[in-house]
């Protein structure tokens, strides 16, 4: 039962806001490796207090990865996921301190995602002194470049994912405090379009405009965006042409894509690299494809029902929702893991300057994931 572990959690209520403070006040920029170095090393000497075994995991150009493990009886090993960068650059902190107003908690990645990884150090502290074990083994994987797309963190992620029974992601939760149980996937492609350039007065007809082609490529792109069913397609960027009095030889257009199924994303994918030449002697050349699949229900639903058992023993009311961004919970899952997201603290604003967590969901939510972790 978790009557124990929440009281305890309370109880050290002032040594929870002074590690987020810690960490907060350690600013570690996705770019910046020595920086999130200094905070990988700060945050692996928390781990092995609460009684992990840590390993670092050295890299060249981003941060170190952190891989911290806790020893248990069962079999096979539960993986929690987190990330130590943030994508604020140094000197956020002076315009953005660390502070409380209420119940509220602000600073530079302090939802995204430091209170979550409070959640973890403090979930294991809590087992720890109350003589309570994790079901399975624990593997922590804190990584350094979750925002800028997991690059050097994904083959650790996957191969841990791989060899676990159950995923959890210390991601914030929702505004409202659900759980997050799907997430978008996420895709990227460039569309070049090359035409012929002319003088725009003398020549124009021995032209093609490769921006007229990249409007109606564009309105075609849009055919397939249909929020209804999950799938968005945004043509973020576009770049072309040289003066006004050439008809224009090159565009490039960046277009994401983010979709709720798996089945979506290879539909869009090869509706995309379908797309054809409206204008006669244009071109068109596409590159980039999806990069992210989906977390989908299906990967989270087997663990809502001990995520119920943890709320209710607490007293609380289990939360189920997702959300159109990414996190390293989609890798789990399209690795085949079960996988729960959004088990950190309970705020909003990610991202911004106005980010923030509440107070009282750091020590319930790392009651619940201590909990989490003895059901799974």
């Excluded at 945050?43 to 952190?66: C, E, F, M, Y």
């Excluded at 849009?222 to 209804?228: G, N």
Aim: hydrophobic share 40%.
């Amino acid at each position: 039962m978790a009557h124990q572990i929440l009281p305890y959690l309370q109880q050290h209520r002032a040594d929870m806001l002074a590690d987020l403070e810690a960490l907060v006040r350690l600013e570690s920029p996705s770019g910046e490796k020595p920086a999130v170095d200094v905070a990988a090393r700060y945050l692996a000497g928390l781990l092995t207090g609460s009684g992990g075994r840590v390993t670092v995991l050295p890299q060249a150009t981003r941060g170190n990865h952190l891989r911290a493990e806790w020893e248990s009886a069962g079999d096979g090993q539960t993986l929690v996921l987190g990330h130590l960068d943030t994508v604020f650059d140094r000197g956020e902190l002076s315009r953005n301190p660390f502070r409380r107003e209420g119940d509220r908690l602000y600073g530079p990645g302090v939802s995204d995602m430091k209170g979550g990884l409070v959640c973890l150090l403090w979930a294991l502290r809590a087992l720890r002194a109350l003589g309570r074990h994790p079901r399975r083994p624990v593997l922590a994987l804190i990584t350094s470049d979750e925002e800028v797309g997991s690059g050097t963190a994904r083959p650790f992620i996957e191969a841990e994912a791989r060899r676990s029974s159950a995923t959890l992601v210390v991601e914030p939760a929702s505004a409202d405090g659900s759980v997050k149980a799907w997430r978008k996937g996420w895709g990227q492609f460039t569309l070049t379009i090359t035409g012929r350039p002319a003088h725009s007065g003398s020549d124009h007809a021995a032209g093609v405009s490769a921006i007229v082609e990249a409007a109606h490529q564009i309105l075609r792109i849009q055919e397939l965006h249909d929020p209804a069913q999950g799938v968005t397609l945004n043509v973020g960027t576009i770049h072309g042409g040289s003066r006004p009095n050439i008809v224009p030889e090159q565009v490039t257009a960046e277009v994401e894509v983010r979709m709720e199924t798996e089945a979506d994303g290879v539909r869009v994918e090869q509706a995309l690299r379908s797309l054809s030449p409206v204008l006669p002697g244009a071109h068109l050349h596409m590159t980039g494809g999806i990069d992210t699949p989906p977390l989908e229900r299906r990967h989270s639903d087997p663990m809502l029902p001990a995520a119920r058992i943890a709320y209710e023993e607490l007293g609380l009311h289990l939360k189920v929702g997702g959300t159109g961004g990414v996190s390293d919970g989609n890798l789990a899952a399209a690795a085949g893991c079960p996988t729960l997201d959004g088990l950190g603290p309970i705020g909003a604003g990610a991202h911004t300057s106005h980010e923030y967590i509440l107070a009282p969901s750091l020590w319930e939510r790392a009651a619940i994931l201590a909990r989490l972790l003895e059901l799974v």
